[in-house]
């Protein structure tokens, strides 16, 4: 009797670890803790990551399009687009934060974790702010865009906004 007590408990829990496991993959974390990573969900993304590899971190692709001698997916669901060489190696990640109309992102707000050398990156976050992110240094050449400043780092990134300083989107570019 206690046998089949302790295997129900048994399957319980490895049921209830896979519900969580699953339940806590469709959210998305996405970090550049410096110019050398990327990471997703702690996964870190390089230009060695396959596609394939990554593809279900996303969600469903909702439109995929020929792009720069690769492919670029659209991830509506989940408000990124991820494109990608034409071996199908991850070249770069975009995020869309508030839509402004901009037909190469997805409409849908992203709305998982993002950091910047720890720092979080809400959808509040002022043209003249980025500067003070710690761990990257960016140059703002002008009030729409700011990108880092470090061409030859492993990982760029590019932070735009709209005329009134609203963050529109944010761009990690592997290198």
């Not at 960016?138 to 780092?153: E, G, R, T, W, Y």
Request: aromatic share 8%; net charge positive; with cysteine.
């Amino acid at each position: 009797m206690k046998f089949i007590v302790l295997k129900r408990v048994a399957v319980g829990v490895v049921f209830l670890a896979s519900i969580t496991s699953i339940f806590a993959q469709t959210t998305l974390d996405i970090s550049m803790p410096d110019e050398k990573k990327l990471m997703v969900n702690g996964s870190e993304i390089n230009p060695k990551t396959n596609f394939s590899n990554v593809k279900a971190l996303f969600g469903e692709v909702s439109s995929e399009k020929e792009k720069g001698g690769g492919k670029e997916y659209m991830f509506e669901s989940s408000g990124v687009i991820v494109s990608t060489t034409a071996e199908g190696f991850v070249k770069g990640i975009g995020i869309n934060i508030n839509w402004d109309g901009d037909k190469n992102f997805p409409k849908t707000a992203y709305s998982g974790t993002l950091s910047i050398g720890g720092t979080p990156i809400t959808a509040s976050l002022k043209s003249e702010e980025v500067a003070k992110l710690k761990g990257v240094e960016f140059a703002c050449p002008f009030p729409l865009l700011c990108a880092s400043k470090n061409n030859k780092a492993a990982v760029r990134s590019m932070i735009g906004f709209s005329s009134k300083n609203v963050l529109t989107q944010v761009i990690f570019i592997l290198q």
